[in-house]
């Protein structure tokens, strides 16, 4: 109990992300850290009965890169929409097929199911208390196909959030080599998130992100004020942050 209170000091103003499947809510709720759908307290559930589905077992070796968000296993917990919570001493999360794969007791590679999932928050094995990345579910904005993990920045009524999505891409025949080379191809799609509605933008820059905010003169202000040019994430969640700050 003691870890689990430590851990929760560190990170629950990421912890209470949450995402339902339809006027998804990932503003914070700091009084109820484990609040979420049928839950109003934090239970931690058994994670051998976060899913039942094994691993394929696939390895990638004909495929140079990587599907996964961090090659690693790392400690998460997982969240799921009926309100249980699994905290899985390793895990990863599958990019390309859209999965988080995690390791059992007796070291058997599951799957959990991912429509019954709502988010997964990554922390590191070594200090509970550091966040490595929060992953929510949300409808594949770019394809209108189906569900996404994607990644958020922030917390607030405006939120950056990535959708990173792994594709498989197959060069021509080399005669060289006698084969076709396949990678895996990764491609980035952020948006910002504001009281459930998703806006895409095209990257991360000064035109496509004040597009897609409520924007005036004290946002301009504070922009020049910080120097801030919107050219990386940070600069973005900062400005964000400031926003949120503003308009509460």
Same mark, same amino acid.
């Given at each position: 109990?003691? +870890?689990?209170? %430590?851990?929760? @000091?560190?990170?629950?103003? !990421?912890?209470? @992300?949450?995402?339902?499947?339809?006027?998804?809510?990932?503003?914070?709720?700091?009084?109820?850290?484990? %609040?979420?759908?049928?839950?109003?307290?934090?239970?931690?559930?058994?994670?051998?009965?976060?899913?039942?589905?094994?691993?394929?077992?696939?390895?990638?070796?004909?495929?140079?890169?990587?599907?996964?968000?961090?090659?690693?296993?790392?400690?998460?917990? +997982?969240?799921?929409?009926?309100?249980?919570?699994?905290? &899985?001493? %390793?895990?990863? &999360? =599958? +990019?390309?097929?859209?999965?988080?794969?995690?390791?059992?007791?007796?070291?058997?590679?599951?799957?959990?199911?991912?429509?019954?999932?709502?988010?997964?928050?990554?922390?590191?094995?070594?200090?509970?208390?550091?966040?490595?990345?929060?992953?929510?579910?949300?409808?594949?904005?770019?394809?209108?196909?189906?569900?996404?993990?994607?990644?958020?920045? =922030?917390?607030?009524? +405006?939120? !950056?959030?990535?959708?990173?999505?792994?594709?498989?891409?197959?060069?021509?025949?080399?005669?060289?080599?006698?084969? =076709?080379?396949?990678?895996? &191809?990764?491609?980035?799609?952020?948006?910002?998130?504001?009281?459930?509605? @998703?806006?895409?933008?095209?990257?991360?820059?000064?035109?496509?992100?004040?597009?897609? @905010?409520?924007?005036?003169?004290?946002?301009?202000?504070?922009?020049?004020? =910080?120097?801030?040019?919107?050219?990386?994430?940070?600069?973005?969640?900062? &400005?964000?942050?400031?926003?949120?700050?503003?308009?509460?």
């Amino acid at each position: 109990m003691k +870890l689990l209170n %430590k851990f929760f @000091i560190g990170i629950v103003v !990421l912890l209470c @992300i949450s995402a339902t499947t339809q006027a998804q809510n990932l503003t914070i709720d700091l009084s109820s850290p484990g %609040k979420g759908t049928g839950s109003g307290t934090v239970r931690i559930s058994d994670p051998s009965t976060a899913g039942n589905k094994k691993g394929t077992g696939l390895t990638y070796a004909d495929i140079d890169g990587s599907p996964y968000w961090a090659d690693n296993w790392n400690a998460a917990y +997982l969240y799921y929409k009926n309100g249980n919570i699994y905290k &899985l001493a %390793k895990a990863k &999360l =599958n +990019l390309y097929a859209t999965e988080v794969l995690y390791v059992n007791s007796q070291e058997v590679e599951l799957v959990a199911e991912t429509n019954m999932v709502d988010k997964v928050v990554f922390i590191d094995k070594a200090d509970t208390t550091k966040t490595l990345g929060v992953f929510v579910v949300l409808p594949d904005f770019i394809e209108n196909k189906g569900s996404a993990f994607c990644k958020v920045f =922030n917390s607030g009524a +405006l939120q !950056l959030i990535l959708m990173e999505k792994i594709l498989v891409k197959v060069s021509p025949f080399d005669p060289l080599t006698g084969k =076709n080379s396949t990678n895996f &191809l990764n491609k980035n799609n952020y948006a910002i998130y504001n009281s459930g509605k @998703i806006t895409a933008i095209k990257g991360i820059d000064r035109t496509s992100v004040l597009s897609a @905010i409520p924007y005036d003169a004290t946002v301009e202000n504070w922009l020049k004020e =910080n120097k801030n040019k919107l050219k990386s994430e940070a600069d973005v969640v900062n &400005l964000l942050n400031y926003y949120n700050g503003m308009h509460k």
